[in-house]
Each structure stands twice: as structure tokens, then as C-alpha cells.
T-cell receptor, first 115, second 110 residues
Framework: ETGVTQSPTHLIKTRGQQVTLRCSSQ?????VSWYQQALGQGPQFIFQ???????GRGNFPPRFSGLQFPNYSSELNVNALELDDSALYLC??????????????FGNGTRLTVT | DQQVKQNSPSLSVQEGRISILNCDYT??????FLWYKKYPAEGPTFLIS?????DKNEDGRFTVFLNKSAKHLSLHIVPSQPGDSAVYFC?????????FGKGTSLLVTP
């Protein structure tokens, strides 16, 4: 069973630029969620995609956007990067959009540094 | 506004003893509570969960206790092993999003 894979593992961008992060979900999973983990904090929910539609969104501005593809892989796009966007971005997949009884399986994350 | 709080940033326990990690929450609508473990340079790994209709769930060395009236849950690890050294995150959900605490770093010493 292939787990959740994310690319790239590390990325350095300049303020104002745009970035795309990619995620392949675990086989058999149809739901993808993205989380941002700042240093010393717990992961914070960005949004969830279920059947290629955004199913829920956390407290993040519209410059954070995403896509889910028919094979359930996903992209996270961030426009107009700010210094505070520097964080570990975690992708997670699950068998259901209800994540309580269908726990999330996380990838190892993409470390984004904005200078 | 932090809905899930882990008030102990770190905990050190001797091998073979019990580790108790605590978590408090504020939202009465949460219906599932989960614990995740995270090693450096890896993503969080699911450990154990409990439904709000239960007060205890056990899986091998790991037991989670839920006290709804106090809005408090705890994770017990017995016996603790050096490989348990990691950051433990408490999380709660009422649907599609997990709300995480800031984590507790557990160190199990030989």
C-alpha cells in the first residue's frame, strides 16, 4: 500500500512569488486535506477536497487555493507569498470526508521558506 | 482561538514507566478525538482515537481516556519505550477538519 507522497520536500521562494505543492494520496483514499504547520505550532487546517470539490476551508485567505484530480492527487497553490507563509505544508488523505472515524494519513510535508 | 490545548510542552519519563499526556478542549461539538505521533522530518502518524460517546479506548500499550464533563482527554502509554520519544499531538473534530493542539514532546530515557 503506497502512502501519501509530497513534492518537493523543500522549497525556497521570494516574497510576492507563487508556489505549487503536490500530493499523491494513499491508494483507496478519495479525500485530500492540506494543513500548515508553523514552527512550534500544531498543524492548522487549510482546506479539504472531496470528489474534486473543495469541501471545507479553514481561516486562510483566497490566495491559498487547491485542486484535486480524478486520480485523487492534489495541488496546493499559494499566490503573492508572504514571509509568514514560511512553514511545513502537510498533505493528508483519508477514505472519507469525515475525519473522525476515517483518520487522516499524512505525508512527510513540504518545507517552504519565503525570503 | 485555540480550541484544543496541550499545556505541557515537554515530558520526560523513564523507560518502563507510564507516560501520561494531557489535552483540554473547549468546543462541545467535537465528536471524535485523536492522537498523532510525529518524528522529526516525518508527517504525523495516527495513533489512537476515541468517539465522544465513549470514555476509554485501548490499543496495545496505548489508552485514551475522555472526560466530557471536564472537556479533558489523556493518552497513557504503558510501558514507555525509548522509541516512543516523539512529539504527540492531540486533535479533535466535528466533521472534516482536525483541530490540533501545539503538541507535547515526550522523551523516554533508558
Amino acid at each position: 500500500e503506497t502512502g501519501v507522497t509530497q513534492s518537493p520536500t523543500h522549497l525556497i521562494k521570494t516574497r510576492g512569488q507563487q508556489v505549487t505543492l503536490r500530493c499523491s494520496s494513499q491508494s483507496g483514499h478519495n479525500t485530500v486535506s492540506w494543513y500548515q504547520q508553523a514552527l512550534g505550532q500544531g498543524p492548522q487546517f487549510i482546506f479539504q477536497y472531496y470528489r474534486e470539490e473543495e469541501n471545507g476551508r479553514g481561516n486562510f485567505p483566497p490566495r491559498f487555493s487547491g485542486l484535486q484530480f480524478p486520480n485523487y492527487s492534489s495541488e496546493l497553490n499559494v499566490n503573492a507569498l508572504e514571509l509568514d507563509d514560511s512553514a511545513l505544508y502537510l498533505c493528508a488523505s483519508s477514505r472519507s470526508d469525515r475525519v473522525g472515524n476515517s483518520p487522516l494519513h499524512f505525508g512527510n510535508g513540504t518545507r517552504l521558506t519565503v525570503t | 482561538d485555540q480550541q484544543v490545548k496541550q499545556n505541557s510542552p515537554s515530558l520526560s519519563v523513564q523507560e518502563g514507566r507510564i507516560s501520561i499526556l494531557n489535552c483540554d478542549y473547549t468546543n462541545s461539538m467535537f465528536d471524535y478525538f485523536l492522537w498523532y505521533k510525529k518524528y522529526p522530518a516525518e508527517g504525523p502518524t495516527f495513533l489512537i482515537s476515541i468517539s465522544s460517546i465513549k470514555d476509554k479506548n485501548e490499543d496495545g500499550r496505548f489508552t485514551v481516556f475522555l472526560n466530557k464533563s471536564a472537556k479533558h482527554l489523556s493518552l497513557h502509554i504503558v510501558p514507555s519505550q525509548p522509541g516512543d520519544s516523539a512529539v504527540y499531538f492531540c486533535a479533535a473534530t466535528a466533521g472534516y477538519a482536525l483541530n490540533f493542539g501545539k503538541g507535547t514532546s515526550l522523551l523516554v530515557t533508558p
